[in-house]
């Protein structure tokens, strides 16, 4: 563990002065990954600026219809606001069905989005890892990678990104608004998340001296046909092995619009804008789920302990699909699939 | 008269426990108070050339780091490091005696500074530099290396002969992984060192085995070392052997002559011991009528290059079934990982586990009701031995079991049974484990005011023992629960066996029962020496302690209040300790017996289990206290729900290290994994096995359940998973 230095923003420009200044600092919310990271000498910052305080905490509708996050905004108030629960009762699921109740309330809007891999070799400071030492090599392609990546992997890195909330967040195609040094930007949550390649260490496109301030949700919601599954090694409290993200816009049993990602597969939430198009204009049966599943998860490789996480996801796909297209979401008191 | 005993007591030590009023071995502050981090080794096997502990000593409040070369004296033999559960053969680890490498994990240095942050800051700092060795970690890999050792069970018949010849034939191998204890609170000792005498509160199953074990490590005196351990946070059998931190923290508390704290972290207790992998193999020969002919059981199990531990796994069947012909034997693969340790109900819970789901495969090829088959091939005798029980209800956990599962509404047929998008499946097995007694000696003081203590050098590990001797004390001494205090956890109480493999119960409070007779007996002395007494021609044997009063059994109204029987006496307090008897008698087998009904709901395309309902009728003699006791079988279903769908240490042998050693990544079932859960205990009056008539009840909740479920499994889906964990990808061919 390295020792650091506590220091509080006051504001957004103040936390976006002081990152500036000291190239090893970083930002801490909830911390509920950052201080397990530091915990494990797998994250060393020799300063934390605290950011829980900046009044990012509120969740407002837009101009244009859809719903501004505040980046602070804890996981579990935003999964109960009223305004997801109705609007976006997808992104309610999902990060229902994330972490632990404890976790949820400390954790933020923001920090979800940038926590890190759960790869255990990632952890690991004895082997060998490419996103935590660049150019050590990939222990995980040949080793115990049960949990590791099916999609989109490179051959430096076979991580996932851990997040069920990003999964419908890239699925409901929301907006990260950001703050830096030469100002703000939004980015397309699709484009948020990298793919591995040879830079692995770098999770996202955030550049290391901006700060997330909000996320914004565009007016559809699809709160009447959607689904969140989410397939794991024990009914709670676990990463998802694989999770399905599925929002459909019906005209009597006719697709007009859908949106499908997935979770536990890749270094990103995984989406393909050919899966959804195949499905518009399609009758909501099982035969329209399967090609967009096979569209979907083209190219899946496995890597030994994770083979079957290819057919899983397929049927994962098709069930999650079949329960939005039926109006009944999955539960997450009832774990019951149905 | 027994008016607590059985009862639903609740726990004396729960306002304690839920007020933070108990304190656990990490939790004795003293001033001066030394923390110490423990740095590990990042590989299984080799020495190590060089150590820099500069970078450490520059961190602000670092006082010291000790290796192997800078510690002070240790012994220098094996009998030294040999506790009362080391195993008989091998020379016990050593914590950082010298440069050898023994298992991943190993402890290899102790920063020592004013605080804890500062030590762990600094323990990133220490730079090792090894010398390689290759290793082994993999069971499968070394199986060829496994070498038999000696097992109690003698062969009968011929059973290879009786397996070829029978009508109908099941043999297969199963296979359980590494798995952990992990007990909620974290191993830690605190040792004060005072000017030659050594004080140390330590997690510890057994507060006497650590006294000893320092004493021989350290070269003390028994007087001279007192050993703490008041409340335990779980143990499970983790804490049976003296684990490493406490010879750290006495290493550090005799280097700086100040108090020192060693806490462990999560991760580091996946480098204490283990419930072994085990590969099981079972051969079952029967005759065309359902009944075995033959019986073969075989494991291979983990343990350590230096150490030879082994339990019991291949002799179950000798307990439940009658089979003509038998076979068994018990094989050790060494590997370079620490020795592999108890775990509840250590070698029934992996053993039974393959003989249920053997004896299940069994059904299905006789075509057979599985309850059915047990019936048939039940056995009223110990067969190894060819003697008789003290007690054995398992019948009658059968029908009862059965009856509040509803197992008569089973369709036989796998995949015959379904509730929507889900196959359900109804799957049970047997359950056996020991009633065993070890000596223990409890001290009674009764006082004038009617208050008694009880003590005795026992750790309550969570499962109730204050509880149940208070219970016992009340009912044995007359006195209401109220005026019964219990001491436990220290070394210099009365001698008292680790808590382990389900003994304590039986051996205390049959301790508590003779002491509680001889304090009757100083009694009914000061009752005869008053005037008119009318108790004056009464026995010991004629008269109870009931109401505070000593009575006379044969007419109630002879009666003398022990307060006055005491003051009359001038005697303010008694004074009063004994031991149990624990039989020689080898003509009885003393065993505790289950049977374990399990429904499961499989999702049909994506192999989600869910463990929907367990019902685990028991029959294990006297149940001293309800409520605990029914905690405790619940929490060995749970943990079997655990056994059987979640639990795997899971190792990279190329680096020969635990690749999910926290409590994230190592599954074991949290709330949504649990639904209803029955307890039965099955009336079992014994009046052979002790006096009491008490069997124990720690380990026997676990066994039996993993092989339930397992077995439910199957009949859900027609797939016959053996190796466990049983997950989804191992249910359903996915592509």
Known sequence: MTPFQYARANDVADAIKQIATDPSAKFIAGGTNLIDLIKYDVEGPTRLIDISHLPLRSVEPTSAGGVLIGAMVPNTDLAYHPMIEQRYPL?????????????????????????????????????????????????????????????????????????????????????????????????????????????????????????????????????????????????????????????????????KDARLALGGVAHKPWRSSAAETVLRGERANASAFARAADILLHGAKGYGHNNFKIGLARRAIMRTLAQAARGTPQSNSDKKIR | MASYIGSATSRIDGRAKVTGEARYAGEFNVPGLVHGYVVESAIPKGRVVGIDTSGALEVDGVIDVLTHRNRPPMADNDDAYKDEVATEKGSPYRPLYDDRILFGGQPLALVLAEDWESARVAASRVRIEYQKEPHVTDLHAQRDTAFAINTPEKPRGDAAKAFASAAVRHAAEYFIPTEHHNPMELFASTAIWDDGRLTVYDKTQGVQNVQQYLCGVFKMKPDAVRVMSPYMGGGFGAGLRPQYQVVLAVLGARALKRPVRVMLTRAQMYALGYRPATIERLALGANSGGTLDAMTHEAIAVTSQFEEFARNDVGWGNLLYKSPNAKFEHKLVK????????????????????????????????????????????????????????????????????????????????????????????GMASGVWEALQMPATVRIVLTANGHAEVATAASDIGTGTYTIMAQVAADMLGLPIDNISVKLGDSTLPQCPLEGGSWIASSVCNAIANTARAVRGDLLKLAKGMKDSPLADASVDEVALMDG???????????????????????????????????????????????????????????????????????????????????????????????????????????????????????VPVNADVHDIEVIFVEEPDEIVNPLGIKGLGEIGIVGVAAAIANAVYHATGKRVRDLPITLDKVVQFN
């Open chain 1, 91 to 255: 992104l309610a699921r999902a990060i229902m069905s994330g972490a632990s109740q404890q976790l949820r309330n400390m954790a933020s809007t923001g920090g979800n989005l940038v926590q890190r891999t759960r790869c255990f070799y990632f952890y690991d400071t004895t082997t060998p890892c490419n996103k935590r030492e660049p150019g050590s090599g990939c222990s995980a392609i040949d080793g115990v990678n049960r949990i590791n990546a099916i999609l989109g992997t490179s051959e430096a890195c076979i991580a996932t990104h851990p997040s069920d909330m990003c999964v419908a967040l890239a699925a409901l195609e929301a907006t990260v608004h950001v703050a830096g040094p030469a100002g703000t930007r939004t980015i397309a949550l699709a484009d948020f998340h990298r793919l591995p390649g040879n830079t692995p260490q770098r999770d996202t496109n955030l550049e290391p001296d901006e700060i997330i301030t909000a996320i914004e949700l565009p007016p559809q919601g699809f709160s009447a046909n959607y689904s969140y599954l989410k397939i794991r090694d024990r009914l709670s409290y676990a990463f998802a092995l694989v999770s399905v993200a599925a929002a459909l816009e019906l005209d009597g049993d006719t697709i």
């Open chain 2, 335 to 426: 590997l370079d990982v620490p020795t592999s340790c108890d775990m509840r109900a250590p070698g029934a819970a992996t053993g039974v586990y393959a003989l249920e789901c053997a004896m299940d495969e069994l059904a299905v090829a006789l075509k057979t009701d599985p309850v059915q088959l047990r019936l048939q091939c039940y056995s009223d005798r110990n067969q190894g031995e060819d003697i008789p029980y003290t007690s054995k209800q398992l019948r009658e956990c059968y029908r009862q079991g059965a009856a509040a599962f509803g197992w008569d509404k089973r369709k036989a047929e796998p995949r015959s049974m379904r509730d929507g998008s889900e196959l359900v499946g109804w």
């Open chain 2, 549 to 667: 009063k000593i009575v006379s059994k044969r007419d109630a109204s002879r009666a003398v209040p022990i307060a006055s029987a005491m003051h009359s006496g001038n005697a303010e307090r008694i004074t009063r300790e004994e031991a149990n008897k624990v039989a020689e008698d080898k003509s009885h087998a003393r065993n505790v017996h289950s049977a374990v009904f399990a429904e499961v709901k499989v999702d049909e395309e994506l192999g989600v289990i869910r463990v929907t309902r367990v019902v685990n009728a028991v029959a294990a003699g006297r149940i001293l206290n309800l409520k605990t006791a029914h905690s405790q079988v619940m929490g060995g279903v749970v943990w079997g729900i655990g056994m059987a769908l979640h639990e795997e240490t899971l190792f990279d042998h190329r680096f020969g290290r635990v690749m999910n050693a926290n409590i994230a990544e190592y599954h």
